[in-house]
């Protein structure tokens, strides 16, 4: 059974950055895609970035390519998600993801989630 658990998430003012971690278990993390969604009250999940099994195709939504980055260790099980200039419209619970295909972006091609993490961006 697949466990993805996520951390680093916090409080942070506009324009600053955070890092966030999904530490995954009960699995091949080199033959699993991974991928970061957020939702923010009131809003449907959303897709945020994604990495491929072996960390050389990345995918970014529009409100986050430039800002974001993806990466993976494969040695630690481990997917993070660079934040950088964020914004107060980037407050979301943030949830990181494993999908059965190399690179995906459809909640619904991503089989296991974790809990969440909340990332609050004040003005």
């Known amino acids: 059974q697949v466990q993805l658990v996520e951390s680093g998430g916090g409080l942070v003012q506009a324009g600053g950055s955070l890092r966030l971690s999904c530490a995954a278990s009960g699995y091949t993390f080199r033959r699993i895609g991974m991928g970061w969604f957020r939702q923010a009250p009131g809003k449907e999940r959303e897709f945020v970035a994604a990495?491929?099994?072996?960390?050389?195709?990345?995918a970014y939504a529009d409100s986050v390519k430039g800002r974001f980055s993806i990466s993976r260790d494969n040695t630690k099980n481990t997917v993070y998600l660079q934040m950088n200039s964020l914004k107060p419209d980037d407050t979301a619970v943030y949830y990181c993801?494993?999908?059965?295909?190399?690179?995906?972006?459809?909640?619904?091609?991503?089989?296991?989630w974790g809990q969440g993490t909340q990332v609050t961006v004040s003005s």
């Open positions: 990495v491929s099994w072996t960390g050389g195709n990345t």
């Open positions: 993801a494993a999908s059965a295909l190399s690179i995906a972006t459809r909640d619904t091609d991503f089989s296991s």
